[in-house]
């Protein structure tokens, strides 16, 4: 109950703030409407109940979004070249790609992580299996969707690393050995 509170508590703070970013005046009067507002939104409009039950590791945090900035940078570069100076023909295609935690926090946070990368965007996802349905921009080969699948493990276990509980970091560790056990060619769907 009291952890319900605060949720509820810190997403008031979190719409009032965001309202009075976007009116751009930080005046009293500004600051009551957004109170209000954001008190009519989340009684109108309850947000399930999605608690944090990991912690903040500043490790994890600075190589999470270290990596991050790279791969913005990169498949930016890579974006522009492929529109601009290649010649070839770009394929594209919707890749399902299961994630090992499956909650609706680490959901979430992944497929905002995915879809701030150029050339990726969420399209669907399946809460119940803990899948993500990807858009991806320039696949020209069976390789290209597995390195794609195993780019989005590296992002949810960077994610996890970052913000996860001790179970969840528990979890990924015996999933990794679990793949690295699983012959090559055998994976997500059976054999390729």
Known sequence: MIARARDRF???VALTVTWMLLWGVFSWLTFAGGLLVSALVLAVFPLPPVTFAGRLRPAGLFRFAIRFMTDLV????QLAWTAIGSRRV???AVLAVRLAVRSDLNLTLCAEAVSLVPG???VDMDRAE????????????????EKFRQDVRDVEERIIRAVGSDTEIALLTHLGAERSAVPAGL???GPK
Do not use: K, N
Request: no cysteine; hydrophobic share 45%.
């Open 10 to 12: 810190l997403a008031l």
């Open 74 to 77: 990169v498949a930016s570069a």
């Open 90 to 92: 770009p394929h594209s």
């Open 120 to 122: 990726s965007l969420i």
């Open 130 to 145: 803990g899948i993500l349905y990807i858009h991806v921009f320039d696949v020209h080969s069976p390789e290209d969707t």
């Open 187 to 189: 994976g997500e769907g």
